[in-house]
């Protein structure tokens, strides 16, 4: 039986609904942004951090396309790395049509489920889609 539960995990994700930000840190030092939060700055070794919304607005820098996975996982699926424009490199999903996928090209944070399986709920997590 397939298990409709829809499970967001909360570690990545600052607000609710179509209203979040992807989490990331800003060290009170030094000001450096990191995604994925940290405890500690590897700028400038700050234990003073604390939790940053980061840009909903990027540029994808490079992806790749994923045929084999664990069981659970939509397959394909695309990854890559998109560059926020507060200058914080992310990994995630990409639910880009094939035909618009490049370098480059303008992109913003959406959330959409990525896989399920029978033991697990859908996994709905942060995505980038075209602008
Ligand atoms: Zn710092």
Redesign the pocket.
């Known amino acids: 039986m397939q298990n409709t539960e829809t499970f967001i995990d909360p570690t990545n994700i600052m607000g609710t609904g179509a209203d979040f930000n992807i989490r990331g840190t800003r060290?009170s030092?030094?000001g450096?942004l990191q995604f994925p939060a940290t405890q500690v700055?590897p700028?400038?070794l700050?234990l003073n951090v604390e939790d940053s919304a980061l840009a909903r607005l990027g540029t994808l820098y490079s992806f790749s396309t994923v045929y084999q996975a664990p069981a659970g996982w939509a397959l394909p699926y695309t990854l890559g790395y998109v560059d926020l424009d507060d200058g914080v490199r992310v990994m995630g999903h990409i639910k880009v049509p094939k035909a618009q996928l490049r370098c480059g090209l303008p992109v913003k944070v959406s959330m959409a489920d990525v896989g399920t399986n029978d033991t697990i709920p859908e996994r709905c997590t942060y995505v980038f889609v075209p602008q």
Do not use: V
């Open positions: 060290c030092d030094c450096a700055c700028n400038c700050s």
